[in-house]
């Protein structure tokens, strides 16, 4: 029987990705609630401080020691797409940008040849604060491993989120951060962006389809590496063929798909796009297509510090009274 399905693996943090892209990692978080600092108003005691990933009592604190988060750390050679469900992330970097977004906003950012941020979570109702983020590394090409740093905001207001019924009156949402959905466009990705030629059928969706509701994938061409992440749920069929949840599944792009979900509501992240077929040397946050590369990132670090650290703290937040905002390294601000 013939079948879109390549394999189908169990997703493991972070989770396994394709050409072009390098990395996934997924959080989902009940954080308690907050103190006057933005901090979990509860004891941080039995928690590995500054590498906390157990999920004691659900959630962690990361690289953070006051707040959860990631404190100021570099970028170079690819992008980070920062798609954020629930709760809020504080952006600040080298360049003097800075953010508060989330509750569905999604941030774009170019690392380009070198970029340090902090990605904070502060904790800004009393009570609770549920968290969700995906956080997707898309390689650069080679010719824009060197292109200038460059953020993006993505707001909620403006993302497109389609909701269609299948032929069963089922309902279906699909948020498009990046690709096309019929007559629906993703806005535009930044300018050095693989995703920014629309030859590379570069696809980020995040899904959530009804109890037994079904939706189509339309086809694409045959080099396209897909990806389908089925995070949350009960299980679903491909084309008849039962998965169970909490796997990845790997696609032929070319082939029709069809997805029937179980008796559960189903959540999935949807990645695809051309691979690049270039050589990827990556050391942590620094990602080079050779040594000789990897090196050169090195150098330029310890020689520049991607611009410095402007900040108060490499655990920077924002005023508690913030609401979403972003300033662009031009001085320009946005306020939603």
Known sequence: MNTPIKSIQPLHSPWKTQDPFIFCAYHNDEFPGGNDEMGPNVSLAGRSIGQDFAGKDGWNMYHGTRIPGFPGHPHSGFETVTIVNKGMVDHSDSLGAAGRFGDGDVQWLTAGRGVQHCEMFPLLNRDKNPFELFQIWLNLPGKSKKASPHYKMLWSEDVPVINVKDDNGKSIELKLVAGDYGKHKALAPTPDSWAADPDNEVIIWTLKLEPNASMSIPVSNKEVNRTLFFYNGDSF???????????????????????????????????????????????????????????????????????????????????RDKGRFAIFPDGTEVVK
């Open 237 to 319: 069929k491909i084309n008849s063929e039962v998965v169970e949840s909490n796997k990845l599944v790997e696609l032929d792009a070319s082939m029709e798909t069809t997805i029937e979900n179980g008796a559960a509501e189903g959540y999935f992240l949807l990645l695809q796009g051309r691979p690049m077929n270039e050589p990827v040397m990556q050391h942590g946050p620094f990602v080079a297509n050779d040594r000789a590369g990897l090196q050169n990132i090195f150098k330029d670090f310890q020689e520049t510090q991607f611009g410095g650290w402007p900040w108060p703290s490499m655990e920077n937040v924002h005023d």
